[in-house]
């Protein structure tokens, strides 16, 4: 494929009236070269065709022949004239197109970035709202966790039973009461404490008070 040929002298006619070359070049190739006033009318006939402006293309070259010397007239600098005009015009148009068109991709990608912001706050605060739910169920387990052991601690006092971990000081003392004679009232162990530390601290008195009357009684025994 090859860019036909064309009169050059009509080509640069049309170049100084204002016509691009590619449009130029197409009129004079498609109206045969035959003046410069059929090339002006095929491009206001094919103004609106979308490959104006493409440099027409052939497979073989054409031989082209001088026309006669042309005067341009009047008309013709208005026809000229006209079409520059309405190039203009197609071409601030089509730029106020492209501007609104950016404009609108501008919105677009803006409105897209506040929606992802908005999720991504929603997403965040719906997880930080999870976590304090979470936290304040632990609270609440451990307050009735608490309240649990402390009415075990009550229940088992009224019933005058030692605490839990406790109870296991009572099967010694008992063994020991069985083996060796009973305390005296006055040094048994009371049957109600308000603490641990209390009934501990009963407990090893207790214990201490039992030995020092074993070794009372066995000192006594001697002859």
Not at 148 to 171: G, I
Request: glycine residues 2%; aromatic residues 4%.
């Amino acid at each position: 494929m090859a860019i036909p040929e064309v009169d050059m002298k009509l080509l640069e006619e049309l170049q100084a009236m204002g016509f691009p070359l590619n449009r130029a070049t197409r009129a004079l190739h498609f109206c045969g070269n035959s003046s410069l006033v059929d090339a002006i009318n095929w491009v206001i006939d094919h103004e609106t065709d979308a490959d104006i402006d493409e440099m027409p293309l052939i497979p073989v070259n054409i031989e082209v022949q001088a026309p006669g010397p042309f005067f341009m007239t009047e008309q013709l600098k208005l026809k000229a004239h006209e079409l520059r005009n309405r190039a203009q015009g197609r071409t601030g148009i089509g730029e106020k197109q492209s501007e609104r068109e950016k404009e609108r991709i501008k919105r677009s990608k803006e409105l897209l970035e506040a929606k992802r912001i908005a999720e991504e706050n929603e997403r965040k605060r719906f997880i930080a709202l999870k976590e304090a739910e979470k936290a304040e169920e632990k609270r609440a387990r451990e307050k009735i966790r608490q309240k649990l052991q402390q009415d075990k601690l009550e229940r088992r006092s009224k019933l005058e039973l030692p605490p839990d971990d406790l109870a296991s000081v009572y099967p010694a003392i008992s063994m020991i009461q069985k083996q060796k004679d009973p305390l005296p009232k006055a040094v048994q162990l009371p049957k109600k404490f308000t603490t641990k530390a209390e009934l501990m601290s009963e407990c090893l008195r207790s214990l201490r008070r039992k030995n020092k009357i074993s070794d009372s009684t066995r000192f006594a025994k001697r002859p």
